[in-house]
């Protein structure tokens, strides 16, 4: 079973950046990790994700040039770079995994089977 685990939330103002972190364990051979994010009242966003198979990261138009998903392979964690945060960027951010790649893999919650707990990132102006 993938277990995920995410960290780095926190409070900052705008402009600034965090890091976040996905901790994952028990992927399978071929999976895509994504990161999601929810804001109060409001769907839930896919904004970045990563296909083991290798190609290049896909991002949500909303955040491209500001948002970075690398992995450590090493450690399997995947992490998400947000820089020039807005408050618009408030919401609390998931990690999702799943291992239905064939045709690849979208940014769409309904694709992704397994889930970590969320961590919140809240951005003040």
């Known amino acids: 079973q993938v277990q995920l685990v995410e960290s780095g939330g926190g409070s900052v103002q705008a402009g600034g950046s965090l890091r976040l972190a996905c901790a994952a364990s028990d992927l399978p051979y071929r999976y895509c990790i994504a990161w999601f994010r929810q804001a109060p009242g409001k769907g839930r966003e896919g904004v970045a994700r990563i296909d083991s198979g290798a190609g290049r990261p896909l991002y949500a138009d909303s955040v491209k040039g500001r948002f970075t998903i690398s992995q450590d392979n090493a450690q399997n964690i995947v992490y998400l770079q947000i820089n020039s945060l807005k408050p618009e960027d408030t919401a609390m951010y998931y990690c999702?995994?799943?291992?239905?790649?064939?045709?690849?893999?979208?940014?769409?919650?309904?694709?992704?089977?397994?889930w970590g707990q969320g961590t919140q990132v809240t951005v003040s102006s």
């Open positions: 999702a995994a799943t291992s239905r790649t064939f045709g690849g893999c979208s940014l769409s919650y309904p694709d992704f089977d397994y």
